[in-house]
């Protein structure tokens, strides 16, 4: 069955009281949430734990970090390993988010990498894919994500394939204001979903869940749930107020 999801990633944003304060005004706002309808919250490490606490009485709203290791263990001063964030209560690690790719220069073999060490512990993975606006200007944006997906999951068997989350970004959308449309969005979405059919089988494409992210906020959302591809949303600035997330939580909802 496929989920939807709202999943709030805080970036680098929000000090332990600030971060504990806007966790308990989603939990005092949230609707109530089912096997298909989740919510998760990504917070940056340090509030991992703290964060952990606060959702521990609550059904299905979770934990994800931002990051995490390509290395399992050891002497890699300042990493965070997958094992480390499963032990803190953590559910879903975000992958491959294009400012990882661009300004700390993590290519699809380091993704890989990583990808591997999420899925040897219990959580699931959030992999970011999505486009520059170069590339969307080319018209090249459907080989650019395909390539994406295929580099860094497709070396995935059919089980470990079925706890990736896809989070469609477009580059040229994120923290920009500037939305795609629900009609670019749709396409893409439909054209990940095939790409995955092709590699796997019809039926885990179908069940797979593939977020959009990129300016998403409370006035856009339910056109952009409506789509049939579209499963929910990745959410950088609109999850930093409990509000807005709450607003975009309840387009989910609704869809
Ligand atoms: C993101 O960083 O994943 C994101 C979608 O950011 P924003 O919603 O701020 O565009």
Redesign the pocket.
């Known amino acids: 069955m496929r989920k939807k999801i709202v999943a709030g990633?805080w970036?680098m944003n929000q000090t332990l009281s600030e971060g504990k304060n806007l966790v308990e005004g989603i939990l005092a706002g949230l609707p109530a949430l089912n096997e298909s309808k989740e919510v998760v919250i990504c917070p940056p490490f340090v509030h991992l734990s703290q964060t952990a606490a606060q959702l521990d009485e609550y059904e299905h709203i979770y934990l994800g970090a931002q990051n995490c290791s390509s290395e399992a263990s050891g002497a890699y001063t300042g990493e965070v390993s997958a094992q480390m964030l499963q032990s803190t209560g953590t559910h879903y690690v975000?992958i491959g988010?294009?400012?990882r790719r661009e300004y700390f220069n993590e290519d699809d073999a380091l993704l890989a990498r990583k990808v591997e060490q999420a899925l040897a512990t219990d959580m699931k993975v959030i992999f970011?894919c999505g486009e520059s606006l170069e590339i969307r200007d080319s018209n090249a944006q459907n080989e650019w994500v395909g390539k994406q997906l295929k580099s860094a999951l497709f070396h995935l068997g059919d089980l470990l394939m079925q706890r990736i989350v896809i989070?469609y970004?477009p580059i040229w959308?994120?923290?920009?204001?500037r939305t795609a449309s629900a009609a670019q969005a749709q396409e893409m979405h439909a054209y990940i979903r095939h790409v995955i059919a092709s590699q796997y089988n019809p039926v885990l494409a179908d069940n797979m869940t593939i977020l959009y992210?990129?300016?998403?906020?409370p006035s856009n959302a339910a056109e952009l749930f409506a789509c049939p591809d579209v499963d929910g949303?990745?959410?950088?600035?609109?999850?930093l107020k409990a509000e807005d997330f709450l607003g975009i939580i309840n387009a989910m909802m609704a869809s």
Request: overall charge neutral; proline content about 0%; some cysteine.
């Open positions: 990633n970036k975000i988010h294009s400012e970011c989070a970004e959308a994120i923290g920009t204001g992210g990129g300016s998403a906020k949303g990745l959410i950088g600035g609109a999850s």
